[in-house]
């Protein structure tokens, strides 16, 4: 019993030894830190892949919807899906054999928190799941 008892105790230890020696990452500012990277990558995407359709500063065309407000964004699985799959019904081209995981997951999380939207950043490895 001591033994199992002595390595729980080590085993926290080192977990809170590690999570100190980490103290100065704050996981909320790297989740910033990688939307604001992706939303810098995702911004030229927008432009030359989006834009037109979906307007310069995502207020619809009249051929697409608008993005800015649009809260079917909040929904992760279903803008990845459409970026990914695209939609003939509404002449939205698929961008999975274009486009990189990472490239979607920037110009989702782009479109998800520009303008006056602020859904949340979407990972790669969201895309790579949904391929």
């Known amino acids: 019993m001591r033994t199992v008892v002595r390595a729980k105790t080590t085993a926290a230890t080192l977990v809170a030894a590690l999570l100190a020696s980490l103290g100065t990452i704050n996981p909320a500012l790297a989740q910033d830190e990688s939307l604001s990277e992706l939303m810098a990558e995702g911004r030229p995407l927008y432009q030359d892949n989006c834009a037109a359709c979906h307007g310069d500063r995502g207020q619809g065309t009249g051929t697409a919807p608008a993005l800015d407000g649009n809260v079917n964004l909040e929904s992760r699985p279903l803008i990845i899906n459409q970026v990914l799959w695209g939609s003939s019904e509404h002449g939205m081209p698929p961008f999975a054999d274009v486009m ?10 782009f479109v998800r928190n520009a303008w006056e939207n602020e859904f949340g950043i979407v990972f790669p490895r969201s895309v790579e799941l949904r391929r």
């Open 100 to 109: 990189t995981d990472r490239e979607i997951a920037a110009v989702t999380s």
